[in-house]
């Protein structure tokens, strides 16, 4: 535009043309002029705010005015809060003859630089706490852009790596690899098949990870960062470690526990080696400190009279009597006066002085009431009266005695469906159920028979003072075999076994036929699982291996091992390998 053009233009169009607000004032603070951009920011039309006193568009903007006019002084950057919003203003005196004769204020609206200086303080608030975050990550972050070249990583990855910051900031992952700085980099990997890939990799502090890289693709499928998580296994193993050690001490301190709180029982008169006896040995030592009544059940045989001595031997009633009644031998019409006794004349028959029943006799000590399912149901009514009053009346008496019993009852059949066929008294059987042991059948802990045959054999030598031994093979046919007779039958077959055996063996030829079966085409093993892999197979098995695992602790050599067994040396190395166990040194063997 040329200088005529300038000077055709009207200054105040010139003024009104501006986004910046503009304000005069003569010196008392009345307002003399204002643009259109002033009239906006302080939200009042021009001819409203014309001949107004600043003070009332702006609270304390007539000081500021007076204080120019009195000093001169211009003021610059002023915050001023009007009915628009916040403005920023620069304030000049107007000089007439080196005479202020007004002020000049031009402003300019910043609410919107505000807004965008809070949200970019929220950012930096927000930057801060995600710094914070990932910073403070167990697990280490590294992220490249799309060209492999480092962006960020946090402080995890540099104590997993063993780097330092200088080592890796700003450098491409090509150039670590290339130098050595890093073993392997999943950030090319990522880039070069364009999916998340997985790694292990083992760092120079010794750590190993678990090293994730994930692609970040943009609009176009173009890879813009690589996005790799590393995760230390290293403290894993080492937790791992811990808690086996941990496990390995607790099984251990559990295995010490079960010594000691086993410690007092008789290993002669009690044989286990099985875990399920092992339990009821433990349970039966447990209740021997208290007066509960104990129900025993299981099958014919299994042991509940030796059990049941336990419990007597190991409480405090072991130095009085203990008396075993089987109630299946007593003919019910003189049951009720064998328990409970008679007095003189109650019956024909009976003695001048009466007799005091199984009660009175096991008083301070332990009645262990043997197949308590024969009891007939009208005495069943006396013996709860007696257990549950600590009394009992002899046959023909009129007068109750107090007695101290501990009632220990065992039986073989299922009394709780007795009590639905009202075969046994519901109030009966709970006064006996308060403390019940199973003692499992011969059949579900094979483990136990090799040391029961050892007891057995050991008694049958001392009475008949001969030296006789079992061989393999036939120990073999006897772990085998179901027993339904359970411990009573084993301990029959043996002795029949001991009486035909005319030499120092017992072999298998000694046994009954229905056992020898077992090894035979057509017998017992063929058909348990038609290829000799049935359960009584692999019930030997693990009879055998856990036979040969002690003898190999205990005796350290083949030939020790095989004297202990009495079989021969090569019989032993034939089994260990059979079953896939290492056979001792050559060193040892030598020393025997």
Known sequence: MTGAAMRRVRPDLILEATNVGILCADRRGRILYVNDAASFLLGSRKEDLLGREIDDVSMGAGEAFREIVRTGKPQAGVKIRTLGGTVIADRNPVFDGGRVTGVVSVFKDISRYEDTAKELQAYRELTKQLDAVIHSSYDGLYITNGSADTLFFNKAYLRVSGLTAEDVEGKNMRELVRRGTISQSVTLEVLEKRRRVTIMQEFRTGRTAIVTGNPV????????????????????????????????????????????????????????????????????????????PVLLTGESGVGKGMLARLIHNHGARKGGPFLHVNCGAIPAGLMESELFGYQKGAFTGASEEGKPGMFEMADRGTLFLDEIGEIPLPLQVKLLKALEASEVRRVGGTRARKVDVRIIAATNRDLREMTRARRFREDLFFRLDVFPIRIPPLRERTEDIPPLVDRILAELNRRYKKIRRVRPEALDLLARHPFPGNVRELQNVVERAFILADGKWIGAEHLPAEIQGAASPGGGEREAGGDGEG?????????????????????????AMAERIGVNQSTVVRKLRKLGMRPPSRGNHRKE
């Open 217 to 292: 693709f943009d609009e176009s499928g173009k890879i813009i960062l690589v996005v790799t998580n590393v995760r230390d296994i290293t403290e894993l193993h080492e937790l791992r470690e811990q808690v086996q050690e941990s496990r390995t001490l607790s099984k251990r301190y559990r295995d010490e526990l079960k010594k000691a709180s086993l410690a007092g029982v008789d290993r002669n008169a009690v044989v286990f080696r099985s875990e399920a006896m092992e339990n009821c040995i433990q349970l039966a030592v447990r209740v021997s400190d208290v007066t509960s």
């Open 535 to 559: 359960p009584l197979a692999k019930t030997l098995e693990k009879v055998e291996r856990g036979i040969l695992e002690r003898l190999l602790s205990e005796c350290g050599s083949t030939y």
